[in-house]
């Protein structure tokens, strides 16, 4: 690999212009925390660096604006007016003039999949990052050709589909997939994560027929003749588990595409601004290896479940295990109902329109739901379940009332994950709890074209930013990559704005302002974590994470703000990305 030169870059040891911030490597987590002012400073200990002229949102209550902060050791150690900080540095610090930019604590992603190894290896047959229409024959094409470097019986996989992005403006069927093929089973994968699209082969060797009744928690979607689409959502996809080749890889192989992964999805997340992100699993070891070689350009909260969940309780290591890079979070989201964007999730009422009426898809129990809920509870672990419906968020909250009746624990601030569609009791039940929702911040601006199938009145309480705030709850943002997109810009437009690419608004009251946007994509997403104490805010004391923005988001036009230019991430006082 060539990742010690980009690491280099990255460190900005190239840089060789005054205004270069960066020719300090990381020093280690026991840098100082330095005293706030300079007349508390140690004498003769300059700090590293010291940025001034700045618009800085702050995010911190006892002062919201300043012009210029100094950071120490990855720390900011002081922040005030330019004059009065630029009287801190000292031969040795480096000076950034930010020249009335805006400046923005470091955003944080509460619910991401981070997964860098699909985007650098699979065949992506739509855009991760951005609002995109394709073409059935091109979804077509690129699986062909995928197809003729596989023997006959090995799946071919399409990734990043979303069936509202699609020019032809009719879904994918398996006809169209058989096009791909017929002698392997082929699968393209919806974005969203709980449907998915195979050709008759697939069905075929899944046995799967228009005979084979749905399952619990899914469904083998139908036409009005009663055929097979191809379609298949949530547990109804279990069947094809055991079904046909995979690509198999050495472990060397596949721990070096796991590294490879995580080192390309590091450095989109500093591209967009992110220097916190809560890692829904993944592979801990790529992980710590790429910290280790200095390719890890964001802090990671790590979500887990599974053997790994259980090797946590049996041995006692608690949420918050960890250091200022790689630290345990809560564990990843315990699957309760459907998808939001792929019109599963578990509604009260009907989904409008639909015949036969359909509410979505449950995929658990109660009581299996509220025996998991507990034993992580009880563990002093932070529970967190994916829940978007009415109906799932309920039975989520009916679990975590028993276990804390069961086991009082205080400030365990139990995450929801979506959390999409609420109304006042699920919102009384979640601020007794001091339950933390990580909610969906890209989709009000890039799933617009999917809030039609819910339809206005549902749409006023989904991504119901404002009902949270409102009501003192710690909403903070998920952006659910793959999922949905991870710029927390073009979040924070869709909250402030609530219209989308096509120009229609859904659910106008539950916009928030755009430092209320800032917040939960930065302090409330800290807080998510209990971190709110090391990061989340430009304060002293607090790890030296910020943005550089060429322009003010509460100044340009609010359907501008996403296509605001970042033009500096630093995390703990280092350059992860610069324009
Ligand atoms: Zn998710």
């Known amino acids: 690999m060539s990742d010690r030169r980009s690491r280099r870059e990255f460190m900005g040891l190239t840089t060789t212009g005054a205004a270069g911030i960066l020719a300090r490597p990381w020093l280690g987590d026991s840098g100082g925390i330095f005293p706030p002012t300079a007349a508390q400073r140690p004498q003769g200990v300059d700090p590293d660096l010291v940025v001034f ?11 919201p604006r300043a012009e210029a902060f100094a950071v120490s050791g990855g720390r900011f150690v002081a922040v005030g007016s330019t004059a009065a900080i630029k009287g801190l540095a000292g031969n040795r610090t480096q000076t950034f003039d930010a020249k009335q930019m805006t400046i923005v604590p470091g955003f944080t992603d509460c619910h991401n999949h981070a997964d860098g190894t699909t985007l650098l290896y699979e065949v992506l047959v739509g855009n991760p990052f951005e609002v995109e229409f394709v073409t059935i024959a091109s979804i077509i094409e690129k699986l062909r050709a995928k197809a003729q470097q596989l023997p006959p019986g090995t799946w071919v996989e399409g990734y990043f ?14 006809h169209d997939l058989d096009k791909v093929s017929t002698e392997h089973p082929v699968v393209v994968e919806h974005r969203g994560g709980h449907t998915s699209f195979y050709n008759t082969k697939a069905l075929e060797m899944a046995k799967v027929t228009k005979d084979t009744p749905n399952p619990p928690g899914g469904t083998f979607d139908r036409d009005e003749s009663g055929n097979l689409t191809g379609r298949v959502t949530d547990l109804a996809r279990d069947v094809f588990d055991g079904v046909g080749q995979r690509p198999s890889f050495t472990p060397e192989q596949r721990a070096q595409r796991e590294r490879d992964g995580i080192a390309h999805i590091s450095k989109q997340f500093a591209r967009y601004g992110l220097t916190s992100v809560h890692h829904e699993g993944g592979d801990l070891a790529a992980i710590q290896d790429v910290r280790a070689r200095g390719d890890l350009r964001h802090r990671v909260s790590y979500e887990t479940s ?8 049996s041995n006692g290591i608690r949420s918050g295990f960890g250091d200022d890079w790689v630290r345990f979070g809560a564990t990843s989201e315990h699957v309760v109902d459907g998808s939001f964007s792929e019109r599963t999730m578990a509604l009260s009422v009907p989904y409008p329109g639909r015949q036969p009426p359909y509410k979505g898809n449950v995929t658990t129990t109660q009581d299996d739901l509220d025996a998991w809920v507990e034993r992580v509870h ?13 109906v799932a968020i309920d039975m989520y909250l009916t679990a975590l009332e028993r276990a804390n009746k069961a ?20 919102v009384r039940r979640m601020k007794a709890l001091g339950a933390v929702p990580a909610m969906f911040t890209t989709y009000t601006y890039y799933n617009t074209d999917k809030f039609p199938f819910y339809g206005q009145d549902l749409m006023k309480r989904a991504l119901a930013f404002r009902t949270m705030l409102d009501a003192g709850i710690h909403a903070a943002a998920g952006s659910d990559f793959s999922p949905g997109p991870f710029a927390p810009l073009m979040g924070i437009q869709g909250m402030v704005t609530r219209t989308g690419w ?6 106008a009251n539950q916009r928030v302002s755009v430092d209320e946007a800032l917040r939960i994509n930065t302090l409330n997403g800290a807080y998510a974590a209990h971190e709110e104490s090391a990061k989340g805010s430009i304060t002293a004391g607090k790890l030296a994470d910020f943005v550089v923005l060429a322009d003010d988001p509460h100044t340009v036009p609010n359907d ?9 991430t630093v995390v703990g006082g280092s350059t992860t990305y610069q324009a």
């Open 161 to 174: 589909h979303d069936d509202t992005k699609l020019k032809d403006k009719r879904p994918l069927t398996r």
């Open 560 to 568: 501008k703000i996403k296509d605001i230019q970042i033009v500096r």
């Open 502 to 507: 096509d120009g229609t608004t859904w659910g």
């Open 378 to 390: 009880r563990a002093g672990i932070q529970v967190n379940c994916h829940a978007n419906g009415d």
């Open 407 to 426: 086991a009082p624990r205080a400030d365990a601030r139990p995450k929801i994950t979506h959390c999409t569609l609420v109304n006042e009791t699920l």
């Open 306 to 313: 599974g053997r790994m969940l259980d090797a946590m309780i």
């Open 53 to 63: 002229n700045g618009k800085v949102y702050t995010m911190d209550d006892a002062t």
